[in-house]
């Protein structure tokens, strides 16, 4: 047996147990040593949660990244190993459909830069699919009253700040995470934008700004006081 055979078979034992005369014995697979437990689990999902822009942000802090208007998850990846904070996925201008934006957004989480999608539409159930697909972010143009900026926090923040639908998909990690602490942990990091673009939203921008501020304040109380039970409250 040369070396090279024996560290292959050294290293395929850490995978399933081989029988004495070296193939496979069905009987003899497992347990995988290999595998996470539990809490290492927990831990990962815990990391993968945290809006590293929005904190970045939060504290003060210059980031930087760029628009991406093509449907490539490969130059979203790439974004991030050059180590940008955030892409912001242009779906208003690009030819991005909704699988191939979800196929970045992973791209993103792969190389750890916060997925922002710029979303055309204003409209709850459309901005709601691309947040289920995983965006840590939501820019929205054209946003021209302070009704307009209402629906779209509405439409991005759960119950009892706003008014999204829940669904136990990528999320809430396919359900690896309790719902109530899912909504608080989404409350707490997606990012939202709006875009003052026109003469009627600069008219109308102090009260724009001023209810997003207002939100804001609100959404750290209630969960101040409430922690993630509070998000089940009407």
């Known amino acids: 047996e040369t070396a090279h055979t024996h560290t292959h078979r050294r290293i395929s034992q850490n995978y399933t147990r081989l029988s004495p005369a070296g193939l496979i014995d069905p009987a003899l697979i497992g347990p995988y040593p290999c595998r996470r437990t539990n809490t290492q689990t927990q ?27 093509y449907p490539s998850p490969a130059i979203v990846e790439l974004m991030g190993w ?35 999608i710029r979303i055309g539409l204003n409209q709850q159930q459309h901005i709601q699919r691309y947040l289920d697909a995983g965006a840590k972010g939501v820019m929205i143009p054209l946003v021209n009253t302070k009704n ?18 829940v669904f136990g998909n990528r999320t809430s990690k396919f359900g690896l995470i309790e719902t109530s602490d899912a909504i608080k942990k989404s409350n707490d990091e997606i990012f939202v934008s709006v875009q ?34 509070g998000s089940q409250k009407p």
């Open 43 to 69: 831990e990962i999902i815990e990391h993968k949660m945290i809006n590293k822009f929005k904190r970045k942000l939060e504290n003060g802090l210059v980031t930087l990244g760029p628009f991406v208007g």
């Open 82 to 116: 050059m180590e940008f904070d955030f892409v912001i996925i242009d779906c208003e201008h690009g030819p991005m459909d909704f699988e191939t934006t979800e196929n970045m957004i992973r791209a993103s989480e792969l190389s750890d830069t916060t997925a922002i």
């Open 148 to 165: 307009q900026a209402e629906s779209v926090v509405d439409a991005v923040k759960y119950p009892p700040i706003g008014k999204r639908g």
């Open 196 to 229: 003052i673009e026109t003469l009627e939203a600069v008219k109308n921008q102090e009260e724009i700004i001023n209810f997003h501020i207002l939100r804001i304040l609100l959404e750290k109380l209630i969960f101040a006081e409430n922690g993630p039970k």
